[in-house]
């Protein structure tokens, strides 16, 4: 089975902090993806990978960056921490140059900005 | 970019009876149409998905349904039970691109 990681559960931090959130997968996939979730509004998309050290901008990057140094870790960079930030954030990966297949999703971490 | 709209946000159904949950695309190069299961406190899972050049396809007790004229896209549950309660999305992507676009989730509660 597929396994994707997310390195905490739950997170608070602070306004102005600097957040790491890392995963992992374990199954050797090109692509892997960092979802934004709120309520009434779906799954959006702040950036993406196909490889190592090629990232890709997704719907809502800003106030995002991201680190692929290995194939098989992809984290999300939260340079200032803000209160519109708090949210529950989805790792996923695919096998695939394309993304032609399915994704497979962490737990999530759900971050608080206070 | 492409547009995803699902209806309805929320549904409640009797054990037993079935649930419906459509969903609506803009873009008419989105040939590939995943639908996720997400159970409280996990990631969603993807449970059934249909191509373009297929107008149905089933797996037990889930159907998805697509009309590609239309460009809108079905879940049909039946004979639902209570481990079917959580929040469904479903999700569109163009051949060939790495983004998929969600919709807004539908959280389904199957009462005993």
């Known amino acids: 089975d597929v396994k994707v990681t997310q390195s905490s559960r739950y997170l608070v931090k602070r306004t102005g902090e600097k957040v790491f959130l890392e995963c992992v997968q374990d199954m050797d996939h090109e692509n892997m993806f960092w979802y934004r979730q709120d309520p009434g509004l779906g799954l959006r998309l702040i950036y993406f990978s196909y490889d190592v050290k090629m990232k890709e901008k997704g719907d809502i990057p800003e106030g995002y960056s991201v680190s692929r140094e290995k194939k098989e870790r992809f984290s999300l960079i939260l340079e200032s921490a803000s209160t519109n930030q708090t949210s529950m954030y989805l790792c996923?990966?695919?096998?695939?140059?394309?993304?032609?297949?399915?994704?497979?999703f962490g737990p999530g971490t759900r971050l608080t900005v206070l | 970019g492409e547009n995803v709209e699902q209806h309805p946000s929320t549904l409640s159904v009797q054990e037993g009876d079935s649930a419906v949950i459509k969903c609506t695309y803009s873009d008419s190069a989105s040939n590939y149409f995943p639908w996720y299961k997400q159970e409280l406190g996990k990631g969603p899972q993807l449970i059934i998905d249909?191509?373009?050049?297929?107008g149905e396809k089933k797996d037990q007790r889930i159907a998805v349904t697509l009309n590609k004229t239309a460009k809108h896209f079905s879940l049909h549950i039946t004979e639902t039970q209570p481990e079917d309660s959580a929040v469904y999305f479903c999700?569109?992507?163009?051949?060939?691109?790495?983004?998929?676009?969600f919709g807004s989730g539908t959280k389904l509660n199957v009462k005993p």
């Open positions: 999700a569109a992507r163009r051949y060939n691109f790495n983004k998929f676009y």
């Open positions: 249909i191509r373009s050049n297929v």
């Open positions: 996923a990966s695919s096998l695939g140059r394309r993304g032609e297949n399915e994704q497979f």
